[in-house]
């Protein structure tokens, strides 16, 4: 499959936003954008601008005044159908009447779309047990949930909501929910209540995020769950039970919450402030706004002395290499990298746990992609690689088999892009990642010429992703058409 360039992705980057684009074309498109940082910062400015020039379309007639016209339409009709025929001219009143006719659909299809989008939602009620309303409506099963109304679930009743693609959401009463944003950027306000959300991976362009008053949970695909106690000050907490979710707190705090981990907006601090005499650690813009130019603080992690300060210093070291890869600086992020390593490692070995293992995790991940992002694939490759051990979480093993699968792919080498999807599914055989792997690993056997393998693996895809981004490939793989 040949690569993409710069040209190729700029040209296409309105069909992306749009989904126009076919499986192969979104598979180089997004190929690119892993290795190109300049792509990557003109993609999320076409984010940005799209809606916003979408937004400047004129908007429809007023009801009355749509009303006005129909009424008008619909007399003239009625006028020329009394009207007496004359032979002479029995004939000349149909080209009229067609414009009109012509002119009243076009008006119906105007005043229809106009309003379409204020009564429509994008998700439905697929499960429901109990009460629940919508402002002074009651909804009931198969119904359609409008958009940006507050939804209001009695105690003890449940609700299971459906969305594109597969994706489902979960809602415990008592509760307080509204759907906002679009069927391509689902926005998910939780008052209070419980909320488990099953995610179906998202297109290219597509957000998901589920907002309270004291936190906000980004996610690409995976399943995961919010509690919200109360309102107003009670507290959020979020747990993770298949993939990664990104999790932005109120207080300009944010975390990366993987398979098995929670994280609530009240966590008690780990230790109390440090003594004055101890230098403070580096102050760092850690809130990672995607493609955004991020402050970088090129001052080295401070010096810690007991294990809750190698917590702080790891996980200040964590959003400071994120800023400095973000801002484009791979080598810089390598050697804040490389200072963290020398600095922390005694102190660090002594003290283990779960959350500085987890935050260790974090960075050698980091350490990977600052690799790949300078250009040392073979490095790269075997860093993913090293993050594939007994104990590390499943999910950032997959991740990194699929990073370096991908690099190998890219670059010919089918053999080991072959064992790594495959290591990948096994590490995590209900992971995030899984249908993007069996499209690297089935379109990987297409490229090498290996049919069978190919065309097993395209049965296997259609098996579980039937309506799948990669599905016209996988059947024509298959022997069959694409519909």
Excluded at 76 to 84: D, G, M, N, V
Excluded at 182 to 206: F, K, W
Excluded at 256 to 284: C, K, Q, W, Y
Excluded at 403 to 431: F, K, M, N, S, T
Aim: hydrophobic share 45%.
């Amino acid at each position: 499959m040949t690569a993409w360039g710069c040209r190729d992705v700029e040209a296409k980057l309105a069909d992306a936003l749009d989904d126009r684009l076919d499986p192969v074309a979104s598979v180089r498109l997004h190929d690119h954008l892993e290795s190109c940082a300049t792509c990557r910062a003109r993609a999320a400015l076409w984010r940005d601008l799209t809606p916003a020039l979408r937004a400047l379309e004129p908007p429809p007639p007023a009801a009355m005044a749509a009303r006005r016209m129909q009424i008008e339409i619909e007399r003239r009709l009625a006028t020329l159908a009394a009207a007496p025929a004359r032979p002479r001219w029995r004939w000349a009143w149909i080209p009229a009447l067609a414009g009109v006719a012509a002119a009243a659909a076009a008006m119906l299809l105007w005043v229809h779309r106009g309003r379409q989008p204020a009564t429509d939602g994008y998700a439905r009620i697929a499960r429901l047990s109990g009460a629940l309303t919508a402002g002074p409506r009651v909804l009931g099963p198969s119904m359609v949930v409008p958009t940006g109304t507050p939804l209001a679930l009695a105690a003890g009743a449940e609700t299971e909501l459906t969305l594109d693609r597969g994706t489902v959401v979960h809602v415990v009463g008592p509760a307080h929910v509204a759907l906002t944003g679009t069927a391509a950027a689902v926005s998910i306000r939780l008052d209070d209540g419980s909320l488990t959300a099953a995610v179906a991976h998202r297109q290219p362009g597509q957000t998901f995020a589920v907002v309270t008053s004291d936190l906000q949970v980004e996610v690409k695909g995976t399943r995961f769950s919010v509690v919200k106690s109360g309102s107003g000050n009670g507290g959020s907490t979020v747990h993770v039970d298949e993939g990664k979710v990104l999790v932005r707190f109120v207080d300009g705090r944010t975390r990366f919450v993987s398979a098995g981990e929670s994280a609530a907006s009240l966590e008690p601090e780990e230790a109390p402030p440090p003594p004055a005499d101890e230098a403070p650690p580096p102050v760092v813009d850690a809130t990672p706004v995607l493609d955004a130019q991020p402050a970088v603080v090129d001052a080295p992690p401070a010096r810690v002395a007991t294990c809750a300060g190698a917590l702080r210093a790891c996980r200040d070291t964590t959003a400071t290499v994120r800023s400095t890869m973000r801002g484009g600086a791979p080598e810089r992020a390598l050697h804040l990298l490389a200072e963290r390593g020398h600095a922390a490692a005694e102190l660090d070995g002594r003290c283990g746990g779960e959350p500085l293992g987890a935050c260790q995790d974090q960075l050698r991940y980091l350490h990977a992609e600052a690799l790949n992002q300078a250009g040392r694939l073979d490095d790269a490759i075997a860093a993913y690689r090293a993050l594939d051990r007994r104990g590390a979480p499943a999910a950032m093993r997959q991740n990194a088999l699929y990073a370096a699968a991908q690099i190998e792919r890219r670059h010919g080498h089918g053999d080991d892009a072959r064992v790594d999807y495959e290591r990948a599914l096994e590490v995590a055989p209900r992971g995030a990642l899984r249908e993007e792997i069996l499209i690297g690993a089935m379109e990987t056997e297409q490229a090498a010429g290996n049919s069978g393998r190919a065309s097993a693996l395209a049965h296997r895809y259609l098996g579980e992703f039937p309506g799948g981004i990669g599905a016209p490939t996988a059947r024509r793989l298959a022997g069959g058409a694409p519909r």
